[in-house]
């Protein structure tokens, strides 16, 4: 896991402008934020190199590719697998990502496909991934609350 440093207000600041508008040019943003242009160049390439922002290719949805299925795998696996499984999962394109809970389950998997005939192949898939020994799949109907960050780059 990488460790990420903490934000200061002028990185919030600047991150908020750009969810605004992901494409504004740093000499415009800088002016927008009334900054020097090296303050925010310097803060942007430190921040990019810190591991902070997600990657862009996160920013599309889904359903552009033709996925519009989405769906939450519960894995049980057996605990010294663990390694080989989630290499196996890193490999299925269709696995959006991948967490380790506390509790029962081992691993929760959020996946998309193109149609619930194509979310079965996918959690079989899944299924068939070395150390993995049961599923269960919940296929999700809408999405109500879309992921944000905004309300907590807002904090403080």
Known sequence: M???????PTDRRIILALDEDPRI????LAQ?????????HSRLERIKASGILRPHSARIFP???????????SAELDQSKLNKAVEALRKIPEVL???APAGDTDLLIRVVAK????LYRVSEEIRLCP???RTSTQMFLREVIPYRTTGLLQED
């Open 2 to 8: 990488v460790r990420l440093q903490q934000l200061d």
């Open 25 to 28: 040019p740093v000499m415009m």
């Open 32 to 40: 927008k934020l009334g900054l020097a242009r090296g303050t925010v």
């Open 63 to 73: 359903e552009a590719t033709g996925r519009g299925v989405m769906a939450m795998v």
């Open 97 to 99: 990502e991948c967490h």
């Open 115 to 118: 149609s619930p005939d194509d």
């Open 131 to 133: 150390g993995i020994t």
